[in-house]
């Protein structure tokens, strides 16, 4: 079973707009951790943002936040005031407890649009 | 001052050939991990080693041969290539906090192409 799914295979969004991407996970973990990752074209994997399970607030760096909903097992990216070099493959990931694997969606990728 | 290095970027090989990538990381993390990513982008996990230990070896066929010589480096060889191996290999590593709070800080990736 998918333990991590991003529903969306590309999105568009306008420059200086929001946008959202989805990721839902699975686990009966009551400890995991959840990832989001950018890779631009030129292939490197950036580390954005994470959310803990018993984190109480949703994660913010900058113009990305994680709309964390424990009851719906979602986590989803948001990235305010888009910017073209925002436009990259987007990776949602969990890790389990103590795991030593960090576990992938299959991406989105995100084009911006001026 | 790259914090996780992996050499060479590219590598273009015939089938049958043995090669090897190497991986090292100055952040002082005691994990380590290989990742393959397929032509259609997927990330799936080959192997994690914690302290020169391996923890996870993920099915990789036995052509594939991890050696950790100390906890910084974690190294790939591959032998016997094969068309199906073509793909993009990272190397990470993290530092283990507990309760799946570690975040992996990845290389640049090894494009590998086998012809």
């Known amino acids: 079973a998918q333990k991590i799914t991003q529903t969306q295979p590309g999105m568009f969004v306008q420059e200086k707009e929001a946008v959202t991407l989805d990721c839902t996970y699975d686990t009966s973990d009551p400890s995991y951790g959840l990832f989001w990752y950018k890779q631009p074209s030129s292939g490197e994997m950036i580390f954005l943002i994470y959310q803990g399970s018993y984190d109480q607030q949703n994660a913010t760096e900058g113009r990305y936040s994680l709309n964390f909903q424990k009851a719906r097992k979602s986590a989803n990216l948001v990235i305010s005031a888009s910017q073209l070099g925002d436009s990259a493959m987007y990776f949602c990931a969990m890790r389990e407890g103590d795991g030593n694997k960090l576990v992938f969606g299959a991406g989105t990728i995100l084009r911006v649009k001026s | 001052d790259t914090a996780v290095s992996q050499t060479p970027k590219y590598l273009v090989t015939q089938m049958g050939n043995d090669k090897s990538i190497k991986c090292e990381q100055n952040l002082g993390h005691d994990t380590m991990y290989w990742y393959k990513q397929d032509s259609k982008k997927f990330l799936k996990i080959m192997f994690s080693y914690n302290n020169k230990e391996l923890i996870i070896n993920e099915t990789v066929p036995n052509r594939f041969s991890p050696k950790s010589p100390d906890k910084a480096h974690l190294n790939l060889h591959i032998n016997s290539l094969e068309l199906g191996d073509s793909a993009v290999y990272f190397c990470?590593?993290?530092?283990?906090?507990?309760?799946?709070?570690?975040?992996?800080?990845f290389g640049q990736g090894t494009r590998l192409t086998v012809v």
């Open positions: 990470a590593s993290s530092q283990d906090r507990g309760q799946g709070s570690t975040e992996a800080f």
